[in-house]
């Protein structure tokens, strides 16, 4: 039984691609078989399956790797062709470093060589998917696939979807870089002063409230803040405040306790990289068994 026969002109290394689809049928005991005939520049490439295994779980899961195959060549096909007057035309502002590094990063994201971890990976996977379903319909249309004709003719289908991906690893490439810059600054402000403190510990309850402890383990939340006392203290900014009064009393020594009960991981990142070998985690100490009725904010 035919499943797909793809044509295209000049020198692609479809065959290797084509036999690890292949292998992962042989895997899940199906048979797929390969020819392929050359006329002139022409390859014609024909892919079987004997007609009593085939069914539409097989032919929708052939379709899905071919899909993954063309989605490839469509990408690489980009970043050969446009990805540069793209980033060039569109992120005028960058440098040439920067954009070299987002250039790297969006084929990172194309390729599925960055994992999904936030908001932002969703999107793009998404967006990827988006891309292999347009591809998916494509071959479904008919049981011949030109690639040549598709990357002509299609590639402005799939383009503002792998355009809108690269956009987002530039929102989060500025968002991180300006995240940098503001730690690098945080960083100075702490180590052009004198710590006015010699020990703070940052305690978290289990239900995420914080508490303010001096040396002696004494509620400290007042004198900490005694600089920013205007500020009216509430579960809304405690963090942020938190955050200015190490800025301002620049402690030699931050105990976090109970830092697995933190709800906002983002805080504490940012604690650890402002004032890096400062700063302790600590769980097993009498202040990390504090009950949460005991925690103030």
């Not at 006329?39 to 085939?54: A, W």
């Amino acid at each position: 039984m035919l499943l797909l026969t793809v044509v295209y002109e000049g020198e692609r290394d479809l065959i290797s691609d084509l036999n690890e689809i292949k292998q992962c049928f042989k895997k899940k005991n199906m048979i797929l078989g390969i020819s392929e005939s050359i006329t002139g520049s022409t390859h014609f490439i024909k892919v079987f399956c004997s007609e009593d295994e085939y069914n539409d779980r097989i032919s929708n899961i052939f379709n899905l790797y071919m899909a993954n195959i063309l989605y490839k060549i469509a990408i690489y096909e980009f970043y050969d062709k446009e990805m540069l007057n793209f980033l060039n035309d569109t992120y005028f502002f960058l440098k040439s470093d920067e954009l070299r590094d987002v250039e790297i990063l969006s084929m990172k994201v194309l390729k599925g060589e960055e994992g999904i971890i936030d908001d932002s990976g969703v999107y793009c996977m998404n967006r990827k998917n988006n891309i292999i379903d347009k591809v998916i319909k494509c071959i479904e249309e008919n049981n011949e696939i030109n690639i040549n004709g598709f990357i002509t003719f299609r590639m402005k289908e799939l383009r503002e979807d792998i355009e809108a991906i690269i956009d987002k690893v530039v929102e989060k490439y500025m968002v991180e870089k300006e995240y940098s810059e503001f730690i690098k600054l945080l960083k100075y402000f702490v180590e052009i002063q004198e710590s006015k403190i010699d020990i703070i510990n940052i305690v978290i309850d289990s239900k995420g409230k914080y508490a303010i402890k001096d040396k002696d383990g004494r509620e400290f939340l007042k004198e900490f803040l005694n600089e920013l006392s205007s500020e009216k203290i509430s579960e809304n900014n405690i963090e942020d405040l938190i955050i200015s009064g190490l800025i301002t009393n620049s402690p030699r020594k931050i105990n976090i306790h109970g830092a697995k009960y933190c709800g906002n991981k983002e805080v504490l990142d940012t604690i650890s990289n402002v004032f890096t070998d400062r700063v302790n985690f600590c769980s097993e100490c009498e202040l990390c068994k504090v009950p949460a009725e005991k925690v103030k904010i």
